[in-house]
């Protein structure tokens, strides 16, 4: 272990913008400019911490006890490292696609959206290096106050109720977190992380086991969208695009679902989780979410909705996978998180084009609009092949390893269900792709062209990303490397 | 059974007047007589401190050149007596403090009348 | 530094500063807004230094009054606790006394020289009530705040003089039963003194008097704590009375009643003789959880601030009360730092809710619009600091009162009063976002496009605006720094934990 504050300054970095994102709100371009160094600062910072993840150092820093033996306290491991290089890398595509975005639709009240987006990304990637269930429950929360302001941005009354329903769910959430976390201090003396889990030592019954790990699924589910739980998230759809691609296909839900993984592998441990059958709770849930969602999904004619209950079913792939107990459905489940973000978030980003340009967001009336916007429908259509599963995109490579994963379990039914969402995918993305490619659009569509470069090119970057990642997941950044590591440091504890 | 009476009648003295203290609080609609009522609260508590310093075949705790103090059984406990002196003391305030409210409410809907008051108020 | 004569000083400072306001009234009416800041301000300073004395490594001050020893003379204690709870009411009387001074001109500006003088009076018996060793004593400290506040609650709105009134019925029984509680134990005991009684009540375990008198004496401070189902009087008194006065009723008094019960029921009886006849502490606990989902409740269904702030101290003191019954160290942690942390939650809000009347007239949250964030930023900011605070959301100070509260009831293994902790927290929420989200996003003008014009700020005095400043910046940093605050509560603890 070793002891550092570059991970401190990382999480920090975006919350010291805000201030200066607050001050310079007569001045859009200044403002933005505050708010892409921020970005690319913070990705810097966690990039420099990469090297020592791959070799697995865990880099800590303790900054003070905030109850007695409950240190505020960074820790980051590889996990963390893993998920908070998504979450800046991602940031500083959507702080450009906002830009693009935000002035394309004359938002107003853009200087409150630009700073709470800043408080979302030191929360989120806080979260990430939580090294402890206080530390996290900390961020966590505030993950939930800062994105109310985003979900109400328009402040429509669809807007407002949706900011209800969001704060309704999250809040409810936050207090079962705060239940489970009392109940587990109580019963092990410490709320710290450990690859393996926290409970080796102590005697639970069953009962405990069940209602304390429901609790915890009641306290992170809501974030990963986990039936019946997620109808949140369609509410949320309410919010301008850049937050919906960001925070409501990266930040926000990959903050559930990494709670969950770290509940399941670093607070239970894969031994609790087999002997108390919490592995088979975790599954039937993400098994019929994932159904359910991609049948929900068909029946949306509006595309943000549409992309929200698929992001309901793919994040309970990643449930899923974390449930199998296996190394290599940890692994894809873990790459899971980093695969479904690239190509979700490029998603999101042609909804908001097609939304700014075309002022469409209806499926049904989206006939013909590859003519006009090429790229963006290209860039979608590498979005919706990859969550399908098609190679060489690397929605396939994060399958395959769930795939393999439950087959090394010996579990069939997983890999059955993996194969059916994969045809109710190209179900409900097909007829977006058809409807643009293949169907005549109305005469008033000559008038339009592509949309703004700065929405453009970050959603033809996370495109590019995905193809990229689909052929070679160790470029750069090491993703695959780092879901083996997890996934080993969880089976195999020092 | 009588004995139980007999031997506790103090006690069932004060339980009789705070009793009606409270009767007079609860019952009465006019607002003097619930602070007639109060005051009668008080004095069955003020009774019962007093009740419990008494000792048979002893004196008031008045020193007395005939009864040696060195024998405490000569006199009655003083410092229930006391304490109520005090006790008296903070009843009177607390009736004038509610007089003084009183007047207050009456000079604004001039009734003191519960029943009139409320409908006044609504 | 600090005399052997503190634990006398801050009390005599109180009773002087009430004599010295009305004879200083007669030369200057204006001097006894700054008397009366003064004599707070010297209160809490002595305070802070006693505390500060107490934390590094100070021994209890036991003052004899008239150098007579106890168990004959009436002593003051202050150890750590009284200390403690010292430091939290005078300094936030200090702060709402200085906001008092436009509202004071504005409300009753003929009044000033009594107001005053009766704040100094009211906060007199509450020092008494948190320092004396003893029982009788406690009483007559007990009424000294009780008729000192029901004043200030008359001096108000119309319907202030009735509320008051009708609070000083249900008080006045409640301090009688007290006194009726303390004479049973003073018959088995023969003696007053706390720490003399405490040492004697495990000889006369099992008398009947002992059990009649913790009744007598729980309903009688239940009452003034507005313990479920005595709190009857409370809503209409903190509406009805002036702002000044309600902000400094609110978070002070029931406070004080609840630290009067903590002393009873943990540091004179102790938590095995209280329940040894009845389960005394699992009563109080389910009347407490009963009463913080009712006060919540009622206070979604109310649609004045002042009303609904009252109803929600309600829920509060339930928490303070539940952290006592629960008769573990995490609740009794959880008890106390929620006494600090609701006296300042609670007095941001009034003062808010004292802001709001004195700019515009009135308080009632359906009227309340995103013009208000306009016009008050940093008022808002305030409200809504407390608010969260309040809600429990990490890591503001409230979230932490609730955790210890949440460890304490697991620890008890009470999953009825954990669930009561979530589940109030959630209609916290409830009542708090419903104002939270019309001053920031409710706008008159989008449903009626004639009133399209920029709202200027019009921000309150800054005799006001500081005050709710600070206690909403306290809130952080209670709520970060809040193992420094645990750790001398630990010191705290009564024998036996």
Redesign the interface.
């Known amino acids: 272990m070793e002891i550092s504050y570059i991970p401190l300054f990382a999480v920090l970095v975006s919350l010291a913008a805000v201030p200066f994102i607050l001050l310079s709100g007569k001045k859009p371009n200044l403002r933005e400019f505050w708010t892409v160094l921020a970005g690319v600062v913070k990705f810097l910072l966690v990039l420099s911490l990469l090297p020592g993840a791959l070799e697995g150092k865990v880099v800590e820093l303790t900054l003070f006890e905030i109850a007695p033996n409950l240190p505020l306290k960074l820790s980051v491991d590889t996990f963390g490292v893993f998920f908070a290089l998504i979450a800046s890398g991602l940031w500083i595509f959507t702080s450009f696609y906002s830009i693009g975005y935000m002035r394309g639709h004359g938002e107003k009240k853009q200087t409150r959206y630009y700073a709470s987006f800043a408080i979302c990304l030191s929360s989120t990637i806080g979260i990430a290096f939580s090294g402890n269930l206080l530390t996290f429950l900390i961020f966590y929360e505030m993950l939930t106050i800062a994105t109310y302001p985003l979900v109400i941005h328009n402040e429509s009354k669809e807007a407002i109720s949706a900011g209800r329903k969001y704060l309704a769910y999250t809040l409810t959430a936050g207090l079962l977190l705060i239940a489970a976390l009392g109940v587990t201090y109580s019963i092990t003396g410490t709320l710290d992380f450990k690859a393996g889990g926290i409970f080796g030592d102590v005697e639970l019954t069953k009962t405990m086991a069940v209602t304390l790990f429901m609790l915890f699924l009641g306290g992170v589910g809501v974030k990963a969208g986990i039936m019946p739980l997620h109808s949140w998230l369609p509410s949320a759809m309410a919010a301008p695009t850049p937050v919906s691609a960001l925070l409501h296909a990266v930040a926000v839900v990959k903050s559930g679902v990494f709670a969950i993984i770290r509940v399941v592998g670093f607070v239970f441990g894969p031994d609790v989780m087999a002997n108390f059958g919490l592995n088979e709770i975790l599954m039937v849930i993400a098994g019929i979410t994932i159904i359910v969602a991609s049948l929900l999904a068909f029946n949306q004619d509006n595309l943000k909705r549409r992309l929200a209950y698929s992001t309901v079913g793919h994040l309970s792939y990643i449930v899923l996978g974390a449930a199998m107990l296996t190394p290599l459905g940890l692994t894809g489940s873990i790459m899971h998180i980093a695969t479904h973000a690239t190509m979700k978030i490029t998603l999101f980003f042609c909804a908001g084009a097609i939304y700014v340009n075309l002022h469409k967001q209806n499926i049904s009336s989206l006939n013909g609009i590859a003519k006009v916007m090429p790229w963006t429908m290209a860039a979608f259509t590498i979005g919706s092949l990859g969550l399908a599963g098609v190679p060489p995109i690397n929605g396939f490579v994060s399958k395959w390893y769930l795939a393999s994963g439950a087959l090394q379990g010996d579990m069939i039914v997983p890999v059955l269900i993996l194969i059916i969402s994969g045809f109710l995918n190209i179900g409900y993305f097909f007829p977006i792709i058809h409807r643009a490619y293949f169907k005549k659009g109305g005469e008033e569509l000559s008038k339009y062209g592509e949309a703004s470069p700065f929405m453009v090119v970050p959603l033809m970057g996370t495109a590019v990303l995905s193809v990229i990642f689909g052929m070679f997941p160790d470029l750069f950044f090491h993703f695959f490397d780092m879901a083996t590591s997890i996934a080993s440091s969880v089976f195999n504890p020092q | 059974m009588l004995d139980f009476f007999m031997g506790h009648y103090a006690y069932w003295f004060t339980i009789i007047i705070l009793a009606i203290g409270l009767y007079g609080m609860l019952m009465k609609r006019n607002l003097v007589k619930k602070v007639i009522g109060l005051s009668i609260f008080q004095a069955g508590v003020i009774l019962f401190f007093v009740s419990i310093a008494s000792k048979h075949g002893a004196s008031v705790p008045v020193k007395d050149a005939a009864l040696p103090v060195s024998d405490v059984a000569n006199y009655m406990n003083a410092l229930p007596h006391t304490l109520m002196l005090t006790a008296i003391v903070v009843g009177v305030a607390t009736l004038g403090v509610a007089f003084a409210l009183l007047v207050a409410i009456y000079n604004r809907y001039h009734t003191l009348d519960e029943q009139e008051l409320l409908e006044k108020i609504q | 530094m600090i005399g052997p004569d503190l634990p006398a000083l801050i009390p005599f400072i109180y009773l002087a500063f009430a004599v010295l306001i009305p004879l200083a009234g007669l030369w200057k009416r204006e001097l006894s807004y700054g008397l009366a800041v003064l004599g707070t301000g010297l209160a809490s300073a002595f305070s802070l230094a006693g505390f500060i004395n107490y934390l590094s490594g100070g021994e209890t001050i036991r003052y004899l009054f008239g150098g007579w020893q106890p168990p004959i003379g009436i002593e003051f204690v202050y150890d750590g606790l009284a200390a403690f709870v010292i430091l939290v009411i005078n300094t936030v009387a200090f702060l709402v006394l200085i906001h008092s001074r436009h509202i004071a001109t504005a409300e009753f500006p003929h009044k000033k020289i009594a107001y005053y003088s009766v704040t100094m009076l009211l906060m007199l018996g509450f020092n008494g009530m948190v320092l004396t060793g003893d029982l ?1 004593n406690l ?2 400290f007990l ?1 000294i705040s009780s ?1 000192s506040s ?2 200030l609650i ?1 001096i108000g709105e ?2 202030a ?2 509320s ?2 009708r609070y ?2 249900i008080g ?2 409640g ?2 039963l007290y ?2 509680g303390v ?1 049973f134990l ?2 088995v005991t023969g003696t007053l003194n706390i720490i003399d009684m405490h040492e004697m009540l495990p000889q006369v375990l099992g008398n009947s008097a002992v059990i009649t008198a913790l009744v007598l004496m729980v309903i009688g401070i239940g009452i003034k704590a507005a313990l479920f189902p005595l709190h009857g009087w409370l809503p209409d008194s903190y509406t009805f009375a002036s702002s000044s006065s309600s902000a400094l009723i609110a978070p002070i008094g029931t406070k004080v009643a609840a630290y009067v019960l903590l002393r009873v029921l943990l540091f004179l009886f102790g938590a095995e003789i209280i329940n040894a006849d009845l389960p005394i502490t699992e009563i109080i606990g389910v009347l407490a959880g009963i009463g913080i989902l009712f006060g919540s409740v009622m206070a979604i269904a109310q649609s004045e601030l002042k009303k609904m702030l009252a109803y929600s101290s309600v829920s509060q003191i339930g928490y303070i009360i539940m952290g006592i019954s629960l008769a573990n160290p995490f609740g009794f942690i959880g008890a106390v730092l929620h006494i600090l942390n609701h006296a300042l939650m609670k007095a941001c809000l009034f003062l808010v809710a004292g802001n709001l009347r004195l700019k515009e007239g009135h308080s009632n949250i359906l009227e309340f619009d995103d013009s208000y964030r306009k016009k008050y930023p940093w008022t808002m900011a305030a409200f809504t600091t407390a608010a ?1 605070s309040m ?5 503001l100070a409230g979230f ?1 009162s ?3 509260l ?2 304490g ?3 008890n293994s009470n999953w009825f009063l ?1 669930a009561i902790i ?1 589940i109030s ?2 209609l916290n ?1 409830v009542y708090f ?1 419903r104002i939270i ?1 019309k001053i ?2 409710k ?1 008159p003008a ?1 449903e009626n496009e004639s009133t399209g014009t920029d709202i200027p700020r019009d921000e309150v005095k800054p005799s006001m605006l500081y005050p709710m400043a600070i206690m909403a910046l306290a809130l952080i940093a209670v709520g ?1 720094l ?2 420094y605050i ?2 001398a509560i ?1 010191t705290m603890f009564p024998a036996g934990f």
Do not use: C, M, Q
């Not at chain 3, 809600?391 to 890591?395: A, E, T």
């Open positions: 009788f009483y007559v009424e008729l029901y004043a008359a119309k319907r003089a009735y008051a009134f000083l019925i006045t029984v301090g009688s006194l009726l004479g003073y018959t969260l809600v429990g959301l990490p890591p932490f609730k955790w210890y949440a460890l009831t697991i620890d954990l979530l927290s959630l929420a976002f989200e920031y996003l706008n989008k970060i809040n193992v645990v750790s630990t």
